[in-house]
């Protein structure tokens, strides 16, 4: 009966989202394990379940203010947080949804429609190239039913169950669209995810949580193989935020066209979320780049990644690594760690981290700070998914520089004992020298003297030992207190402002001073800090 349940209404929305999140959590895993194509993420149900989660922590967070100011808060928190193709998609229908709640008191049929009607548009609108047998099939399948409820004089509880009964029959013919999926004997993951929210929606205003159909496990084992091995013409998944303004999402988009597939790129007051399944990482970051800002950029290989999702029963322990730098953040990924970005000036919040460690599969999780003033928030992350789920959190404090954090990673082994993994890591984290050559951001004085804005800094062990006018001198007072001679390994990560020849010339300084060592040179591409050196 409806009066067992509750309106739909912006007083209602953080109960709205929390059921939301509680229905896709509980999904997740079979969301997860069902094969989305054309677009072969893993995740699909970790990352819708990630998406609403962001909007919800945006809106807790949020100060006190009108409802229209709250919406913008939850909009942006959907934007900043969406996971994935699915996710970004998902983003749309949260942003369609608020918006329309917004001003009104108690929602009927008809504003329930518009909202559906408005989510289909903005869903389709994000897509380079919308493609049927997805979740955008199950959206243009609930904005005509919602309507037409709506035209039939329905009131919104049987526009919801209408809309609800529509949506599980879309999916179910998504086989019908995409040969993949009818070959792989799985319906379109977003599709059923997207089901799964209408249905916690229609249990908000009745009390009842309707049936939704339960995709077995097994459908994973009924893959292609061709999805599972990286023989992909787009292999890697690049994601990250824009600063721009909203009227660039379209060039972003167009832009992306060429290199890639699933092109997904959404707007939300100043903030974009790109999206792309490309060949070419690095042009497929410089076309934002072309118009804001770039952040939390990630890359995933989509075969290692299914690859890795079949082999999660035999992981014992997992990483979570706060780094920055494409390169640097690609390294990491490769060995199968969750990678959070962040560096001095844009540390990753304690949400970050905690969704960072749900998308791991492991029981116990290492998390690698990277950066001294990032301890903090990972202690609480870790506090909250132990309080939450129960899952064994570490917090290696020893790993708070990009060179310890490589350094840990490199002995990490995820079938390994728990406990000693742990200790191997933390040892290796703690062996590591480190030093940093980064720019003054303003004037000020130091305890070595004063320095200009704009002056190479040359730090080792976080305490600036000298203030040089070339970034090559301050390089050398790094390498010169961390003792090159006695080095057998060194790491140098250089940054995304080095220009060739100035990297040339850093290399050749290695090699001078540390001339039995092993070099190793990473393009790290990381901001603000010019070099990173690590020593062991």
């Avoid at 989510?119 to 897509?127: D, G, M, N, P, T």
């Avoid at 979320?273 to 990482?281: G, K, L, S």
């Avoid at 704009?454 to 010169?480: C, F, N, S, Y």
């Amino acid at each position: 009966m409806q009066t067992a349940g509750a309106p739909l209404s912006v007083r209602e929305l953080p109960a709205l989202l929390e059921r939301v999140h509680s229905a896709l959590t509980e999904r997740r895993d079979v969301l997860d394990d069902l094969n989305v194509f054309p677009v072969p993420d893993g995740d699909t149900g970790t990352n819708m379940a990630l998406t609403v989660r962001s909007s919800l922590t945006a809106l807790r967070e949020a100060q006190p203010g009108s409802g229209a100011h709250l919406s913008r808060e939850v909009i942006r928190g959907a934007v900043r947080g969406a996971r994935g193709n699915s996710g970004v998609i998902l983003s749309q229908v949260i942003r369609a949804v608020v918006e329309e709640l917004t001003g009104h008191h108690e929602i009927d049929a008809a504003t329930y429609a518009r909202a559906l009607e408005r989510a289909r548009r903005l869903a389709y609108e994000a897509v380079a190239e919308p493609v049927e047998g997805t979740i955008l099939t199950a959206l243009g399948a609930a904005a005509a039913t919602a309507r037409q409820a709506v035209d039939d004089g329905h009131d919104l509880v049987e526009a919801s169950a209408r809309t609800c009964e529509a949506v599980a029959a879309a999916v179910e013919r998504t086989p019908e669209l995409l040969a993949v999926l009818r070959e792989a004997g799985v319906v379109d993951a977003g599709a059923r995810g997207f089901e799964v929210v209408l249905a916690a929606v229609h249990g908000h205003l009745t009390g009842e949580a309707p049936p939704v159909h339960r995709d077995s496990p097994r459908h994973a084992e009924r893959r292609p193989e061709a999805g599972c091995h990286g023989s992909l013409a787009h292999p890697y998944e690049v994601q990250y935020l824009l600063d721009a303004p909203d009227e660039h999402a379209a060039a972003v988009r167009d832009g992306l066209e060429s290199l890639g597939d699933s092109v997904v790129v959404v707007a939300a007051g100043g903030l974009l979320n790109v999206h792309v399944h490309t060949a070419h990482i690095g042009p497929a970051i410089e076309v934002g780049l072309g118009h804001g800002q770039a952040s939390n950029i990630q890359v995933v290989h989509l075969g290692e990644q299914m690859s890795h999702r079949a082999a999660a029963s035999h992981v014992n322990v997992a990483a979570v690594a706060v780094l920055s730098g494409v390169g640097v953040m690609a390294l990491a990924q490769a060995l199968h760690v969750e990678v959070v970005d962040g560096a001095a000036g844009r540390l990753p919040s304690v949400a970050d981290l905690v969704e960072a460690v749900q998308r791991t599969s492991a029981h116990e999780v290492m998390i690698l700070p990277g950066h001294r003033n990032a301890v903090a928030a990972a202690v609480q992350a870790a506090e909250i998914v132990e309080s939450d789920v129960g899952r064994q959190v570490y917090v290696i404090e020893a790993a708070s520089t990009p060179p310890a954090v490589l350094a840990a990673l490199a002995v990490l082994d995820p079938e390994g004992d728990p406990g000693t993994v742990r200790s191997e890591v933390t040892d290796a984290a703690s062996a590591v020298r480190v030093g940093e050559v980064v720019a003054a951001t303003r004037d000020a004085d130091t305890p070595i003297g004063v320095v200009r804005a704009g002056q190479p800094l040359a730090l080792v062990a976080g305490e600036v030992v000298a203030i040089e006018d070339e970034p090559t001198e301050a390089l050398r007072k790094v390498v010169t207190r961390l003792e090159l001679a006695q080095a057998e390994i060194v790491t140098l990560l250089v940054g995304d402002a080095v220009t060739e020849a100035e990297r040339n010339s850093a290399v050749a300084l290695l090699e001078e001073l540390a001339p039995d060592a092993d070099l190793e040179v990473v393009e790290g591409g990381q901001r603000p800090s010019r070099y990173w050196v690590g020593v062991e």
